[in-house]
Structure formats: structure tokens, C-alpha cells
């Protein structure tokens, strides 16, 4: 099995946010059992108890939205890829042959301060949106990733001025 790809630390950042977030969640029931369930309630309870259970759930609607799609590790097994996409208490793992994944392409998403940041994105069959591969600007591409996604990878190095586009497609200018 050959890995194209791997997004290092991805899952763990996410399960710490996940755990922080129950934490957060099981904290603001603790509040709102003391302004209600105790005989020493206090309006204060309560309104923390509510700020901390809202954002708790905002925090894991955040989380769930930004990376439910977003590739953990893309691995190909003699032509049938498996993309791993990380699920709060385990991988889910979508497998599919080279030729069904398509419509790959470059964006890039700016984030806050004009922070770029560039993804690959594609279609996996039986997966219902569109995958997400975060590239890093310094790290190599391999060049099982450049083969399956060439014309996307091409698009990326140039953005990123790891490659400058050339007239004739030497990469040598």
C-alpha cells in the first residue's frame, strides 16, 4: 500500500477540540444544575449554564463542519484508493478504484488576516460532498498524489510558486 497523502495531526487536534468540548458542554449542565437543583440557586448559574452548553454546541458544529470532509490519509492499494476522514470516535474509510475519483481541483480558501490556505478537492462515488486534501506550501507532493491529480497539483505548485508555468510545460524554466 502506497500512502499519497497524510494530514499529520489532524485527527488528534480534533479529538482534543471534541473532548474540550464535552468538557465544556458537561461543565455548563453542572451550572445549570446548581441555579435549578440546589436549594442555593442563583441567576448567575444559570446564565453561565446556557453560555457554556450553546457554546459547546457551537464549538462542535464548527468542528463537524470544517473537517467531516477534510482527508486524514489517502492511500492506494493497487489502484483502489481508501480515503480516511476523521469521525469523532473513529475513522470513517471511503474506498474507491483511481478512475472513479474526479473532478479534481485547486482552491484557495482565505481565512482571517488574509491567511491562504489551499486545498485539493475531488469526488469520491458514495460519499455525498466533495473531499477536501490541505496542502502545505513546503511539503512535498508525492508523486503517487501528483499522478492521480496531476492537472490540480500542477495548478497548486504554480499558485504557491513552487513551480512557475511555462509556455511549452518544461519544468526546467
Known amino acids: 500500500m502506497e500512502r499519497l497523502y497524510e494530514n499529520k495531526g489532524f485527527t488528534r487536534r480534533q479529538n482534543i477540540s471534541a473532548a474540550v468540548l464535552v468538557a465544556v458542554v458537561l461543565y455548563g449542565f453542572f451550572e445549570l444544575y446548581v441555579a435549578f437543583g440546589s436549594e442555593a440557586g442563583d441567576s448567575t448559574s444559570a446564565m453561565f449554564g446556557v453560555l457554556f452548553i450553546g457554546g459547546g454546541l457551537y464549538g462542535a458544529k464548527t468542528i463537524w463542519d470544517e473537517g467531516r470532509d477534510l482527508v486524514v490519509a489517502l492511500d492506494d492499494a493497487s489502484g483502489t484508493v481508501t480515503v480516511s476522514l476523521w469521525r469523532p470516535l473513529r475513522e470513517l474509510k471511503v474506498a474507491a478504484p483511481v478512475a472513479a475519483l474526479g473532478g479534481w481541483r485547486h482552491f484557495v480558501k482565505v481565512g482571517k488576516r ?32 501528483r499522478r492521480i491529480a496531476g492537472e490540480a497539483v500542477e495548478e497548486y505548485e504554480i499558485a504557491t510558486g513552487i513551480r512557475r508555468a511555462a509556455d511549452d510545460g518544461d519544468d526546467d524554466a
Open 114 to 145: 488574509n491567511a491562504k490556505v489551499h486545498f485539493l478537492t475531488f469526488r469520491a462515488p458514495g460519499y455525498p460532498h466533495p473531499l477536501q486534501i490541505e496542502m502545505r506550501p513546503g511539503e512535498p507532493v508525492t508523486e503517487g498524489l
